[in-house]
């Protein structure tokens, strides 16, 4: 499996941007499709968005659209999430994630990262 370390996080304020970064080790990159989930205190993981194995194909939560945007560079092994215009309701711990297709759920993917705290406050 891809080994995985999410790096990007911080704190900002209401409105502001960051972006995160998802670096990929072991086996073959490009071989995977990525995911970006959050998880908030007290609530299960949600998905935030989805990108295909050559970043032709991107999906996202209905709560982020518009705001977020996901991308990878095969070549350096990397998955980002470029984050605008964000709220306090975005503050969760950002996890990235590799599976066989994009997907929405967490069983999709098969590997996964420690996570990164983003925390906006307003």
């Known amino acids: 499996q891809v080994q995985l370390v999410e790096s990007g996080g911080g704190s900002v304020q209401a409105g502001g941007s960051l972006r995160l970064s998802c670096a990929a080790s072991?086996?073959?990159?490009?071989?995977?499709?990525m995911g970006w989930f959050r998880q908030a205190p007290g609530k299960e993981r949600e998905f935030v968005a989805t990108i295909s194995w050559s970043g032709a194909s991107t999906y996202y939560a209905d709560s982020v659209k518009g705001r977020f945007t996901v991308s990878r560079d095969n070549a350096k092994n990397r998955v980002y999430l470029q984050m605008k215009t964000l709220k306090p309701e975005d503050t969760a711990v950002y996890y990235c994630?590799?599976?066989?297709?994009?997907?929405?759920?967490?069983?999709?993917?098969?590997?996964w990262g420690q996570g990164t705290q983003v925390t906006v406050s307003s």
């Open positions: 072991g086996r073959t990159f490009s071989n995977y499709a």
């Open positions: 994630a590799a599976g066989p297709l994009p997907g929405t759920v967490v069983a999709d993917f098969v590997s």
